[in-house]
């Protein structure tokens, strides 16, 4: 109770100032005279009584409002906020300062020509993940500065950046698509199977799947069923401890789901950790956006090794095939791996600084296993921070 008799009494004091300042001046005019005493006082008085209706205006019933394109942004993009204002009373301050809650979060300078309703707008860069915006603060000041009026307002607007992606090399993602000692894209075994009857076209379905004839005899589209369907299921699999490079995997995972969805693989996502998100595989157009929405919202905040949390895990053991992204190669998760290599392709992929003689030793071991290895140093990833850091 106290406080807020305190901030209220802070409020009224510029108006006592100002006050004060007037009666100072008029005071010396009247018992001074002259030209010059009359004069100030004249000057002042427009900036005086602008001063004063600014102290007085009510800044708390101004109607704020943000908005922000609707369309996917991604990590180091920059993303466009518009703040529109309604004011009940035309009346300028000389200064209207908006920004957000916190400094990232912008802020801009709105012009006051006797309008009522205002509009401005600035550029954020957020790091990726979902950013719930709430806050906006607007400052009126009059010419001189005399009086600063302050008011929050509740303007909320949520903003989901996702993580960006590169383009990957289609031929490096057909060499995983390995099966006994023939490389043969997953996708495209269908293609050379004999067609065991036919059923009806589902979205999804090759070209090369129709069954011309069966969908000549009913007058619709059908598709090829196979004698031994295969399963062409793909999980990547993000390791989701805690590691200074966690944006680069989750760039790197990104990168290569949409390589092998842009191979027609079924992808789905894993993300181990605390807050362990599992995404199955699909083959539709939907699958890319709810991969990406999950790569954006992943947290590093595991503490349990990766190796243990593949060995409890199901929902890779009938995938075809594994890409597993982390910033740790351990001998446990080189054992793991080894054992699920013997029925499914396995791709690791390890981004962190050099690697001793113990990772260097059981990489050999996994390539001979034949698992697929690759070391990726986070210098080859600095772009990949662009809008993720503080400063």
Not at 62 to 82: C, D, F, L, M, Q
Not at 203 to 224: C, E, F, I, Y
Request: net charge positive.
């Amino acid at each position: 109770m106290n406080a807020k008799r305190m901030k209220k009494g802070r409020r009224w004091l510029p108006l006592v100032g100002l006050l004060l300042l007037t009666a100072i001046l008029f005071s010396y005019a009247m018992f001074q005279g002259g030209f010059v005493s009359w004069f100030l006082f004249y000057s002042f008085l427009p900036f005086g009584l602008h001063a004063f209706a600014v102290a007085l205006y009510p800044i708390r019933r101004v109607a704020v409002s943000r908005t922000v394109p609707a369309k996917r942004y991604h990590a180091g993009e920059p993303i466009p906020v518009t703040v529109r204002m309604e004011l009940p009373w035309a009346i300028p301050p000389a200064a209207l300062t908006v920004s957000g809650q916190e400094p990232r979060h912008g802020g801009a300078m709105a012009a006051w020509p006797f309008r009522r309703r205002l509009s401005c707008a600035w550029s954020l860069s957020l790091p990726r993940g979902r950013h719930q915006l709430d806050i906006v603060r607007l400052e009126a000041s009059d010419a001189l500065g005399f009086v600063n009026k302050a008011e929050s307002f509740s303007a909320p607007c949520t903003i989901i950046v996702y993580p960006r992606y590169w383009p990957w090399p289609a031929e490096m993602v057909r060499e995983w698509f390995a099966y006994g000692k023939e490389a043969r894209p997953l996708a495209y075994r269908r293609d050379l199977a004999v067609a065991a009857g036919a059923r009806e076209y589902a979205p999804g379905d090759k070209m090369s799947w129709v069954h011309w004839k069966a969908s000549a005899r009913r007058q619709a589209l059908m598709t090829k069923e196979f004698d031994e369907p295969r399963n062409d299921d793909w999980i990547v699999v993000l390791d989701g401890a805690a590691s200074p490079w966690f944006e680069e995997l989750v760039t790197l995972a990104a990168s290569i789901a949409k390589a092998l969805i842009n191979e027609g693989v079924p992808v789905g996502l894993l993300v181990t950790g605390k807050a362990r998100s599992y995404l199955a595989p699909r083959r539709s157009e939907e699958q890319w956006p709810s991969l990406l929405l999950r790569l954006a919202e992943a947290e590093a905040n595991g503490s349990a090794p990766l190796a243990s949390q593949l060995a409890e895990e199901g929902n890779w053991r009938t995938a075809a095939g594994c890409v597993v992204v982390t910033s740790r190669l351990s001998a446990e998760l080189a054992a793991q791996l080894r054992a699920m290599a013997s029925k499914r392709c396995i791709v690791l992929y390890v981004v962190n600084r050099e690697w001793g003689e113990d990772e260097r030793r059981w990489a050999d071991g996994l390539r001979r296993a034949g698992v697929h290895v690759s070391h990726m140093p986070p210098q080859s990833w600095q772009t990949v921070r662009q809008g993720g850091e503080d400063g």
